[in-house]
């Protein structure tokens, strides 16, 4: 970062942070230093990202950003697994999963289209992507459709045998898009497009950082993200039930809005350089990763601590899912994207944040 | 229109028509001859539509003829809405609704398929049309889906919400199609692709009339389209129920194939003038307008009246309407159309007239 | 074939299952003779279908084998319609169609992914086949959807109905394939993908047969394949209940890959010879000919027999059958396939096993 006063201010208020969090009682002072840090360490991961993304190819950058991103909510996630508190539990991994296609997505696409009359990337990926969502759908559905027909035992069977099925997925998709068909899915021929109309390198500056500092970078502020998500939750709640805030909204819209702070911020910086295939790869990976893989584990870490965990989710739930993988996968399929989609996305995330807040 | 006789017959129908609504009581009469007289004013809005879209390109020219043909709709609901005949207005609307993407746009592709082998428009605008269709549906789904946990006073407050977000997401969409993305969007890539092939442009012949009357004569069809319609309306239903036909079938099926006469022939004839990037803005866009600009602002009228209407749609309405817009986006999506695509639209059309018919 | 001992194997088995059907009372062993010559049986329609498709081309070939695939079970439902056994034949005809969609499509993608990095076949045809599968949901879905507000001599009428407009709409569809648009619809485009890639020609080796032969082989080994089908179901129903399976499972799974045995062996061996076009052809064009011919047929020779069948199918059928044709459809529609897409699609079978397994 080339501002003077930018690392000084990290310190600060990252030590502040701490020293609120274990010294002062007041809840909206902690939470409003928390939330201040919290947005210097995104800032910080959004530029490291970049200049990861920018050794490691578009694609092993977003996957790295989105692994890192997900890192902070599924160490939440398993300590509200611990403790039994699975409703909340569902109620943020769908609030990640409707975030990430929505909130993140239409950011990166309005920005972005701002800035770039329209946007490209690989459409391979985009296919591939709109068929994972919708997998992620069907089995997300799936328990609930039958839910009538099984008793509670036979629905943990379904749950745990989906879930194996589904890190079997995830695995194999990691095998897919890292190994067998890694040049198709890579950036290549969205850059040929751009080479073809009016071309504009992505990244022209050099990154600040080496190779090796730029991963130690990701590595150290995601930690930080983290920590900052962490003790930001654990006063959010007091904030927001003085303000008279549903349970529901505040799982799947406050908690995951700020869980998510890091690939939000990563995105739109990567869109608003045109690199529009690792903001996707960010909004777009992080759902899949949450809905094929963190869901999965918690069911099996949640046999762990001797109480297991189903996948069934509540119908609010699974139709603020369906709806937004529908539009997302619409609006993305063609592997070109402009700043109305993003607003179209917006929107239904608006919509859907209202009638959580009534609910 | 060449025609010798044509003008004569419309003066004719449209005195007769007059002269029966206010000194005839007899149904079956001003209902006949309100509909010769609505059939003849039709076809001429069709040739003054061609003739505009002659000056102002496919798109303005589709946009136009979609609102003239839609200002009918909207003055009939106005109405609806002020005797608080909601259940109607929202049949008419769902009517409507499918009424364009299955009937109109089938009729299109059907006979303008028995003469061209292949029709081509934007893929863009396929793309971004289908996009707005899943969002319209989305936005209907939402308050049915969350009906269960939400009061009567906090459904009317999210159909407000949604009502505003939807009116601001249409006139971003004209920001978007209009002015930034004017050019991507328009007729020039179809028409390359025809080049390419067995070029025959698309309008051989001048418009009969210059750009004024060309304007005038659209203006002047509409507003007989509009007053032969309501008169029409007024008397379909005794006629209707005499055929001991239901509400619900007559709202949908009935009112919605007249009040969209206009859209029928003036999309049928751009079809089988190879015109089709004109003719589904009509059958599609005009869906789109009902549901994303005029639903919404009889919402708001609905407040002046003091009876607020909210978005509540019935389950049949909601899924018949689900039903049009992914069969009609799943076939227009690739920007290419055939006779047997217009057949599917057709059966799927035929198939829920019967269920409306026996329900 | 070129095995020396495959002829003699194949009079043996089929021999040793008459002599089982007839003679012996033990259902193990019939169960286990009429398995075995049902797969030799299998891969030699396997072959024939390759010989048939070489000469008449891939689309007829693969209908033909489609055809004959589906006369077995149109021949065993008849059956199950004349002794009223109605939830039988919707739970078998439920089967055949996820079982096309995600077990033999899968494994053709899969295995022919193994072989060939990308395989595409005509993205037009893929169009057309995701609408139809689109409308095949639609029709299935609305009897149930409407169910509510009609009773049942109105949904045996609305049955007939639809199963009318969907007969029509499949003798439209052979119209516009095989006469008005055999040519759009053909191999050609794919051939010329390949061709600038790295062209290997699909069939390099002559079949063994001539056209004539093979024809023949193609006929009989459908009539063996129809009658061991038989023999075998009647033997595995007391097989299955002695195992503790439900009937639903029984009906929807065992029946169904066991009666598609023809298409699952025919639909790989083409894959693995990259003729993708043709294993596309015979597993998703063999789910429509089921839903969009087979069902509405039965409805009317249900009539026959003085006993009407409807076509309201259980919502866990519908849901099914719904999910098998969106991931089908989202997958095959841009006519480009690999291993990882088969993966998904057997992910999806397996869920959807393991929950009729426990319901």
Chains 1, 2, 3 share one sequence.
């Not at 990430?100 to 296919?127: D, I, R």
């Not at 930080?224 to 799947?252: C, D, K, R, T, Y």
């Not at 350089?273 to 996707?280: F, H, I, L, S």
Request: with cysteine; proline share 3%; glycine share 8%.
């Amino acid at each position: 970062m080339k501002n003077r006063w930018f690392t000084p201010l990290l310190v600060i208020t990252t030590c502040g942070s701490a020293a609120a969090h274990f010294f002062l009682t007041n809840e909206p002072i902690r939470f409003a230093v928390a939330s201040l840090s919290l947005l210097l360490w995104a800032a910080l991961l959004g530029k490291a990202t970049e200049a990861v993304a920018h050794y490691a190819g578009e694609r092993l950058g977003g996957f790295l950003n989105a692994t890192f991103g997900n890192a902070a909510e599924l160490i939440i996630a398993i300590f509200l697994v611990k403790k039994g508190l699975f409703d909340m539990v569902k109620a943020s991994l769908t609030g990640s999963i409707i975030g990430n296609l929505l909130l993140v997505l239409g950011l990166s696409l309005f920005f972005g289209g701002l800035k770039y009359k329209t946007q490209s990337f690989n459409t391979m990926l985009a296919g591939h992507n709109a068929s994972l969502m919708l997998l992620a759908v069907i089995v997300l559905f799936v328990p609930a459709a039958f839910h009538g027909g099984l008793d509670q035992q036979e629905v943990r069977t379904v749950s745990l045998v989906i879930s194996g099925l589904l890190i079997l997925g995830y695995l194999l998709w990691l095998v897919f898009s890292m190994i067998t068909h890694k040049k198709e899915l890579g950036e290549e021929p969205a850059g040929t497009k751009e080479a073809d109309a009016n071309f504009i390198p992505p990244t022209v500056d050099e990154p600040a950082w080496s190779r090796g500092v730029s991963i130690l970078l990701l590595v150290v502020s995601t930690f930080f993200i983290a920590l900052q998500s962490e003790w930001m939750v654990g006063s959010i709640e007091s904030v927001a039930h003085a303000l008279g805030w549903s349970e529901l909204f505040v799982g799947a819209f406050l908690i995951a809005i700020i869980g998510n702070a890091a690939e939000h911020s990563a995105a739109i910086f990567l869109a608003m350089k045109n690199r529009m295939g690792a903001a996707v790869e960010i909004a777009v990976g992080s759902s899949l990763q949450i809905s094929l893989f963190v869901a999965p584990t918690l069911v099996f870490i949640s046999l762990l601590f001797g109480r297991p965990m189903d996948l069934t989710f509540t119908p609010y739930e699974l139709a603020a899912i369906a709806v937004s993988a529908f539009i997302a996968s619409s609006i993305s399929r063609d592997g070109s994207t402009n700043w109305f989609e993003g607003v179209l996305l917006l929107i239904v995330y608006a919509i859907l944040g209202t009638v959580f807040y009534l609910v």
